[in-house]
Nanobody, 127 residues
């Protein structure tokens, strides 16, 4: 069974909203920061957001390209982290991955800091 499982992707239109979920059935979320990354065809994987969520820490990090449009949150009881995506743009089209890091969220969202990865969910934004 995978450590992280993404869901919620699909085909939407410019300006629509979508909520992605990252379930972590095999992890104790309190031990990890959870990040969302995405990879568009022909491009490198890039960081989107990260949520620390350890104890009372509710700090979050966002890439400049999604600030004000995306919101990350987590439900420890459900072992799930969500990425609410609003005002979607064509350039948001990508495979979205969630990942777990033993470090605190870095504003640089470095992929190598994340030790567990999901399989990804496709988000396609069409005009």
């Amino acid at each position: 069974q995978g450590q992280l499982v993404e869901s919620g992707g699909g085909l939407v239109y410019v300006g629509d909203s979508l909520r992605l979920a990252c379930e972590a059935p095999g992890l104790t979320l309190d031990d990890f920061a959870i990040g969302w990354f995405r990879q568009a065809p022909g491009k490198e994987r890039e960081g989107v957001s990260c949520f620390s969520g350890r104890g009372s820490d509710t700090s979050a990090v966002y890439a400049d390209s999604v600030k004000g449009r995306f919101t990350i949150s987590r439900d420890n009881a459900k072992r799930t982290v969500y990425l609410q995506m609003n005002s979607l743009k064509l350039e948001d089209t990508a495979v979205y991955y969630c990942a777990a890091s033993l470090y605190a969220c870095s504003p640089y969202l470095r992929t190598y800091e994340y030790v567990h990865w999901g399989q990804g969910t496709q988000v396609t934004v069409s005009s």
